[in-house]
């Protein structure tokens, strides 16, 4: 009986706390001091990219919500645990973090549309245009990516 109620208590007690490991993983430089602006959706997509390059899932945890979805240059459907799947594999891989794409940054309300064309190399060394849009939703306090779409610009489109 007393093992029955410590147990009861102890998952009271759990229960009853935050989710302190969100919380302190996520009290990195990029993400301190958000504000509603473009200069801290500009910064989280340069914190985004620069973790999708490193490996860094905290990081990518911290940026998007759990419900994150995104539509890649193929067509492909993702959603968050493919994200950091994807992620991870670039750990230890040492890419080169490129200049960021001078995008465009619609707030409203509580959503903001970050979007551009970025450029890089395919694997056989042509280049490779495409149209991103990132959308973030302001929970209160931050800003999370929520979705994301990547359309492949066809050669010779202005």
Same mark, same amino acid.
Request: charged content about 25%.
């Given at each position: 009986?007393?093992?029955?109620?410590?147990?009861?208590?102890?998952?009271?007690?759990?229960?009853?706390?935050?989710?302190?490991?969100?919380?302190?993983?996520?009290?990195?430089?990029?993400?301190?001091?958000?504000?509603?602006?473009?200069?801290?959706?500009?910064?989280?997509?340069?914190?985004?990219?620069?973790?999708?390059?490193? &490996?860094?899932?905290?990081?990518?945890?911290? $940026?998007?919500?759990?419900?994150?979805?995104? #539509? +890649?240059?193929? !067509?492909? *459907?993702?959603?968050?645990?493919?994200?950091?799947?994807?992620?991870? &594999?670039?750990?230890?891989?040492?890419?080169? $973090?490129?200049?960021?794409?001078?995008?465009? #940054? +619609?707030?409203? !309300?509580? *959503?903001?549309?970050?979007?551009?064309?970025?450029?890089?190399?395919?694997?056989?060394?042509?280049?490779?245009?495409?149209?991103?849009?990132?959308?973030?939703?302001?929970?209160?306090?931050?800003?999370?990516?929520?979705?994301?779409?990547?359309?492949?610009?066809?050669?010779?489109?202005?």
């Amino acid at each position: 009986m007393h093992a029955f109620r410590n147990v009861v208590l102890g998952l009271g007690v759990l229960l009853s706390l935050p989710l302190p490991v969100r919380a302190s993983t996520c009290q990195r430089q990029p993400l301190l001091h958000q504000l509603r602006d473009a200069a801290t959706i500009d910064r989280l997509e340069k914190a985004w990219t620069f973790a999708y390059l490193r &490996g860094d899932t905290d990081l990518e945890k911290c $940026i998007l919500s759990p419900d994150f979805t995104e #539509i +890649l240059r193929t !067509g492909e *459907v993702k959603v968050l645990k493919d994200e950091l799947r994807l992620a991870d &594999g670039n750990k230890g891989k040492d890419l080169k $973090i490129p200049e960021s794409p001078k995008g465009t #940054i +619609l707030l409203h !309300g509580a *959503v903001a549309v970050a979007y551009g064309t970025s450029t890089s190399k395919s694997a056989d060394g042509t280049l490779r245009e495409v149209r991103y849009a990132d959308y973030y939703v302001w929970d209160g306090s931050l800003w999370h990516a929520f979705f994301a779409q990547q359309t492949q610009v066809p050669k010779g489109t202005p």
